[in-house]
């Protein structure tokens, strides 16, 4: 069975950072491309960011690009979002979503909140 | 950016009915359009993938169909738990995009 269990997330001051992780279990996580999404509360969902099989291709939304970033370790079937200088804007909840063979997003996570606020 | 008009942006209707969401793309997107059905404290559910292809575990009940660059997500018989908000995604090129939501209710 493909789990996704994302962790990290929490209340954080404007201009800190934070670090999500998603460990991956139930598939050969090497194989597969990952991503990021998120959810401001109220509002509807939005890719963050997303990132190859080995980790050399990364790919992110405007709004978080030279801020956030993503990346991956195959040895640990483990998935990271590394956010800096946060905003307020940035209060989401983000969940890790597999990229299917077709690049659609087939497996998600549960989703870890992410609270920006001084 | 690929933008996705989502129509309507809400709507109810009554158990049994045949509904029909649609989904319009800003450029041409091919068949990499995905659906999603999204309840209150759960993760999105992937429905339909590459415009028609029903995801492992959805019911029958559910198709996918392209017309163009519009797509629609049609359930042939409402039943009560089809209640959510159900958003398409386009994943032919970055920056992916998500139309707004069409956010479906029982009468």
């Known amino acids: 069975e493909v789990q996704l269990v994302e962790s990290g997330g929490g209340l954080v001051q404007p201009g800190r950072s934070l670090k999500l992780s998603c460990a991956a279990s139930?598939?050969?996580?090497?194989?597969?491309?990952m991503a990021w999404v998120c959810q401001a509360p109220t509002k509807g969902l939005e890719w963050v960011a997303s990132i190859s099989t080995g980790g050399g291709n990364t790919y992110y939304r405007d709004s978080v690009k030279g801020r956030f970033t993503i990346s991956r370790d195959n040895a640990k079937n483990t998935l990271y979002l590394q956010m800096d200088s946060l905003r307020s804007e940035d209060t989401a909840t983000y969940y890790c979503a597999r990229h299917g063979l077709n690049w659609e997003l087939d497996y998600w996570g549960q989703g870890v909140m992410v609270t920006v606020s001084s | 950016d690929i933008q996705l008009t989502q129509s309507p942006s809400s709507m109810s209707a009554s158990l049994g009915d045949r509904v029909s969401l649609t989904c319009q793309s800003s450029q041409g997107i091919g068949n990499y359009l995905s659906w999603y059905q999204h309840k209150p404290g759960k993760p999105p559910k992937p429905m339909i993938y590459?415009?028609?292809n029903l995801a492992d575990g959805v019911p029958s009940r559910f198709s996918g169909s392209r017309s163009g660059s519009d797509y629609s997500l049609t359930i042939s018989s409402l039943e009560s738990e089809d209640t959510a908000i159900y958003y398409c995604?386009?994943?032919?090129?970055?920056?992916?995009?998500f139309g707004s939501g069409t956010k479906l209710e029982i009468k």
């Open positions: 995604l386009q994943y032919d090129e970055y920056p992916l995009t």
């Open positions: 590459y415009a028609t």
């Open positions: 139930g598939f050969t996580f090497s194989n597969y491309g």
